[in-house]
Every structure is written in C-alpha cells, then in structure tokens.
C-alpha cells in the first residue's frame, strides 16, 4: 500500500526558510513523479511542485523562484526547501505520489497523499 508521510512544518517569521520533507513507502521507485501542493483556509489546493521519477521538474506559479524540489531516491525522500517565506504562503502542505497499477491487465493510474503539515508564516 503507498503511504506518504509528510514533516518540517511549523511556524517561521516571513522571509524565513523551512524544509518539508516527505518519506514515501514502500518506495519512492513505486511512484512515477511526486509533488507538492498546498491548500490555505477557503482556497482550492494548487500545485507548488512536482518532480518526475526522471528528475524533471515544474513549479506552480505562486511559488515559483522560491521553492525547490528534490527527492533523494536512496532514502525514499522529497524534499521542498521553501525560501523568502510570505504571509501567503500559509497553508497546510500535502505530499502527493502518481503511481500505476496493472492488477486489472489494464493501466490503472493512481495518487496517493499525506496528511499534510502546516506551515504558518507569521511575525
């Protein structure tokens, strides 16, 4: 069964920096590409970023230039360093994995997510 586990969150003053992590079991190799997104109080989740099994990588645009994605396939990781942290960036954060299944014969395709972190930033 795919299980994320989110963690880093925590209350940082604005233009601090914070690192969520996320471990993926039962391995990172499951999953095709790996993202972050986040959802702030009355507003739809959006993507922050996502990271393919390749490497590639794309950025939502409300965070882009200040965020980072890495994953660290030896330890079953994603990472997003978070820099310059603004008032809007206030959410709570949610790992999410796209795997496939082929139990049926047929390509099935899948996400699976975490239970999020907050992160608040606030002086």
């Known amino acids: 069964q795919m299980h994320l586990e989110e963690s880093g969150g925590g209350l940082v003053q604005p233009g601090g920096s914070l690192r969520l992590s996320c471990a993926a079991s039962?391995?990172?190799?499951?999953?095709?590409?790996m993202g972050w997104y986040r959802q702030a109080p009355g507003k739809q989740r959006e993507l922050v970023a996502r990271?393919?099994?390749?490497?590639?990588?794309i950025y939502g645009d409300s965070a882009k230039g200040r965020v980072t994605i890495s994953r660290d396939d030896a330890k079953n990781m994603v990472y997003l360093q978070m820099n310059i942290l603004r008032p809007e960036d206030t959410a709570v954060y949610y790992c999410?994995?796209?795997?496939?299944?082929?139990?049926?014969?047929?390509?099935?395709?899948?996400?699976?997510w975490g239970q999020g972190t907050q992160v608040t930033v606030s002086s």
């Open positions: 990271i393919a099994s390749a490497g590639t990588t």
């Open positions: 039962p391995s990172i190799f499951r999953f095709n590409a």
């Open positions: 999410n994995g796209e795997y496939s299944s082929y139990a049926t014969g047929d390509r099935l395709d899948y996400e699976a």
